[in-house]
């Protein structure tokens, strides 16, 4: 079983910055792909950024040159450094993983609100 833990979540003001990360635990994981993807309210669930076992790594239009993708294949965490905050990236940001191809996983979520 491999369940996910999620922290960096809060409240933050336009412009600023924080950094989410995202543990995974769980014996002999074989990770295809892990990331984030967020909920506003009344929408819908949307990718926010994702890297693969390799390195490979693909983001959301609405965040690329802010948010920065980065992961531990040692110790199985993901990273997101969001940056250049805006109150449209309030959400519930989820972590999200793919393990041996086929299985999915996420996370509790953890709430980012910023306020302008």
């Known amino acids: 079983q491999v369940q996910l833990v999620e922290s960096g979540g809060g409240l933050v003001q336009t412009g600023g910055s924080l950094r989410l990360s995202c543990a995974a635990s769980g014996s002999a994981i074989s990770i295809s792909l892990m990331g984030w993807y967020r909920q506003a309210p009344g929408k819908q669930r949307e990718l926010v950024a994702t890297?693969?076992?390799?390195?490979?790594?693909n983001y959301a239009d609405s965040v690329k040159g802010r948010f920065t993708i980065s992961r531990d294949s040692t110790k199985n965490t993901v990273d997101l450094q969001m940056n250049s905050l805006k109150p449209e990236d309030t959400a519930v940001y989820y972590c999200?993983?793919?393990?041996?191809?086929?299985?999915?996983?996420w996370g509790q979520g953890t709430q980012v609100t910023v306020s302008s």
């Open positions: 999200n993983l793919i393990a041996w191809k086929v299985l999915q996983y």
């Open positions: 890297i693969t076992s390799g390195g490979m790594t």
